[in-house]
């Protein structure tokens, strides 16, 4: 009792019982007039509020609180939130950590992948099978095959009505009990959708077209798509089943983005939207966290930060090990292991783009899947070669990254020669990487 005491005379600790956390609770709600209910590891604070009239507030409006001490609840959470203004809703989880608090902007996220789906389905089947067994389903987002139209490319995405909706949705289905057309499907949240602001949005004069035949030529698609209004276009480029169309002037772009939409080219229904610029300052440091090894630097010649020196590239077979996954900068790397196909076993065809970073070792895979995800052309490698004192070969790669959205180019060379094809192509996709 002494050290209790103590403590709340410092007021740097409070303790009370499970009746006076209780009886201050429902004070709160007396006071409020809100509701609170317990579910789902968690406690709901309001949702709505009393006398709140119309739909729920849009998305953007929450915030994450973490890192909130133990022993607080809300009874005092609720007057430090309400000095930023009305609450809807406070969800409080049942585990906390203690220490300082941390704030942000919670990440809305609406939306599922889901994986492994037999390429014949179409989206109004999925669509029935997710709302089976899951609730809130607003949506299904479903692409073509690339080379066959009748046909899935094996994944779709579950827009729910609710942040809430898609967690339930995502718990629900991620233990693989469920097992829609006898398929074990792959559960796990959808990248979120690049936010761009809506200034530089207005100033957007590209087209994104998606869902185009793999047969279908940069020119055919400039010509359909001047012939709304002649001499429109300034250029396209396309990239397997999706095209980038440059216009002079912003109003015809907006112009030929509603009325190509839908529109078949070749046999195909292609989906037309205005495309997103790529933010440069994204680069691969923050776009990874910045977890790139002290030997990755060092092996790319950068400054020892012990002694201030540069550290040679080495011998070229100590290159290879060393670039072989652990020490390339991303993510920590996925378990190497091989396993053996038993008789049986299924194997489902996915793309690699739908794969996480931690599925591939090598700097080479990082950078094409880098380039994907931004919208950019695939990287362009072009080996240059010369002779050694000695007499050896040694070669270099320089790399293109072209952004199509922006129709910007970098070129990327290291300053390291290397002796085999292969680690020099994985050296410069490396570089490349670090200086994006």
Known sequence: MQEENKAAANGCGKIRSGAQNGAALLALMEKTGYSMVQQNGQRKFGGPPPG??????????????GKIPRDMYEDELVPVFERAGKIYELRLMMEFSGKFIGVCVSLDNCRLFIGAIPKDKKKEEILNEMKK????VVDVIVYPNA?????????????????????????????????????????DWADPEKVVDEETMQRVKVLYVRNLMI??????????????KPGVVERV???????????????????????????????????????????????????????ISPSSE??????????????????????SVRLNGQHSPGPPEVERSTYHIFPGIKLTPISMYSL??????SAVMHLDYFCHKNSWAPPEYCL???????????????????????DSQSYFMPEKLCTTVEDAKELAAQFTLLHL
């Open 147 to 187: 080379t066959d139209k009748t046909k899935n490319r094996g994944f779709a995405f579950v827009e729910y009505e609710s942040h809430r909706a898609a967690a339930m949705a995502r718990r629900r289905l991620i233990p693989g009990t469920f097992q829609p057309w006898g398929h074990t499907i792959q559960v």
């Open 384 to 406: 240059y070669s010369t002779t050694s004192q000695d007499g050896k070969i040694l070669l270099v790669y320089k790399v293109l990254i072209s952004s199509i959205a922006d």
């Open 298 to 319: 060092n092996l790319l010649g950068f400054p020892n930060k012990e002694d201030g020196t540069q550290k040679s590239l080495g011998k070229p077979a100590s290159l």
């Open 237 to 291: 480029k396309k990239l397997r089943d999706y095209a980038f169309v440059h216009f002079f002037h912003r109003e015809d772009a907006v112009a030929a983005m509603s009325i190509m939409n839908g529109k078949c080219i070749d046999g195909a229904s292609i989906e037309v939207t205005l495309a997103k610029p790529v933010n440069k300052e994204s680069s691969w440091k923050q776009h990874f966290n910045g977890q």
């Open 133 to 136: 067994v899951t609730e809130g």
């Open 52 to 65: 709140w009239e119309g739909p729920p507030p849009p998305r953007g409006c929450e915030v994450f609180v």
């Open 215 to 228: 047969s279908t030529t940069e020119d055919k698609i400039k010509a359909e798509f001047n012939k709304f």
């Open 356 to 361: 996480k970073l931690s599925h591939f070792s």
